[in-house]
């Protein structure tokens, strides 16, 4: 008796090996597309507590800028003083191909750690059909939403 693979089982094996693939791809997209949004809204909560962290540490006005291309904290000694000083820089949500949905945004912790002039403030993220919405009170607590 011969060994070997018929191409009827060769080609039921290679469809079914097909179907599967197309099961399993657009899941694995979508899958992809929710992580990197809930990285994104991840990073901006954490930008926003380093900014409280920075302002209280170092006794000074941190300057937390939030646009869809960078994420920085700069610090300041006092409403006076025109120099800033960078103390954080991080690429921003487009960079891992999330769209920031909202307006770029600058909010200010004062050395008290309170947010100073901040609204209720909301980033949207987007990636396809994954969506996170990070919002900020005008205290400056940061929560993200579904």
Same mark, same amino acid.
């Given at each position: &008796?011969?060994? +070997?693979? @018929?191409?009827?089982?060769?080609?039921?094996?290679?469809? %079914?090996?097909?179907? %599967?693939? =197309? &099961?399993?791809?657009? =899941?694995?997209?979508? %899958? /992809?597309?929710?992580? #990197?949004?809930?990285?994104? !809204?991840?990073?901006?909560?954490?930008?926003? *507590? /380093?900014?409280?962290? @920075?302002? *209280? &540490?170092?006794?000074?006005?941190?300057?937390?800028?939030?646009?869809?291309?960078? %994420?920085?904290?700069?610090? $300041?000694?006092? !409403?006076?003083?025109?120099?800033?000083?960078?103390?954080?820089? #991080?690429?921003?949500? /487009?960079? !891992? +191909?999330?769209?920031? !949905?909202?307006?770029?945004? @600058?909010?200010?912790?004062?050395?008290?750690?309170? =947010?100073? =002039?901040?609204?209720? @403030?909301?980033?949207?993220? $987007?990636?396809?059909?994954?969506?996170?919405?990070?919002?900020?009170?005008?205290?400056?607590?940061?929560?993200?939403?579904?």
């Amino acid at each position: &008796m011969p060994r +070997g693979v @018929t191409l009827l089982e060769l080609i039921i094996v290679l469809a %079914l090996l097909g179907l %599967l693939a =197309g &099961m399993v791809i657009p =899941g694995s997209a979508a %899958l /992809s597309d929710r992580v #990197a949004v809930e990285h994104q !809204a991840a990073r901006l909560l954490t930008a926003y *507590r /380093s900014a409280w962290v @920075t302002a *209280r &540490m170092q006794q000074r006005l941190a300057i937390l800028r939030i646009s869809a291309d960078t %994420l920085a904290i700069r610090t $300041v000694r006092g !409403a006076s003083d025109p120099d800033t000083l960078l103390a954080w820089i #991080a690429p921003g949500p /487009s960079s !891992a +191909g999330v769209t920031l !949905a909202s307006p770029a945004h @600058t909010s200010v912790f004062g050395p008290d750690g309170l =947010g100073l =002039g901040l609204a209720n @403030t909301s980033h949207v993220l $987007v990636r396809r059909n994954a969506t996170r919405k990070v919002v900020v009170s005008r205290l400056g607590r940061v929560r993200i939403l579904p």
